[in-house]
């Protein structure tokens, strides 16, 4: 197992893999799916090295992107001692692996070595299934709250019910 950053050539894979997690977010928890995501927003984040990968065997197993701030989804709470966790797609051929364990292992030495003092993500939706899931890799739940102004983020943002994850180094 390899973490490092996805690059230009992984983009088509990134996208592939967002497209099979709406899918299975349509079985496992239907009320709130992905949309489809801004190519260039995408390309941003590897070009900025903000984009990530799981690779195994050669295969990518997990992406995931970060940013340094989050004003809009944390509202009065984003701070400059934070990265935040966003659209963590599995390979369905890598489900079972507990990615996320080993993504907040990753995040809480990328975190030290830039000196943060808080690993956040959050995720749309009163999923209790997905709330434990974080909670047992370490996360803490803070809270579940609708953002005031959703309007220059991704439409399952819009009207949806916000959980709030945190991990305090």
Known sequence: ??????????????????????????????????????????????????????????????????????????????????????RIATNPDFRGNDFVKTIVTWAKTYAAEHKKQYIRMDTCGNNQRLIKHYTRSGFNFLEMKKIRDSSQLPSHYHNADVCYFEIQL
Not at 72 to 79: F, L, P, R, S
């Open 1 to 86: 197992m390899k973490i490092t950053n996805s690059s230009p050539a992984d983009i088509p894979e990134i996208f592939r893999l967002y497209r099979l997690a709406t899918e299975y977010q349509k079985i496992t928890f239907p009320d709130n799916l992905w949309p489809e995501f801004d190519r260039a927003m995408v390309e941003t984040e590897v070009l900025e090295k903000r984009q990530f990968k799981i690779v195994i065997d050669g295969q990518v197993a997990c992406v995931w992107a970060i940013t340094y701030s989050d004003p809009q989804i944390w509202e009065e709470a984003d701070n400059e001692d934070s990265i935040y966790i966003h």
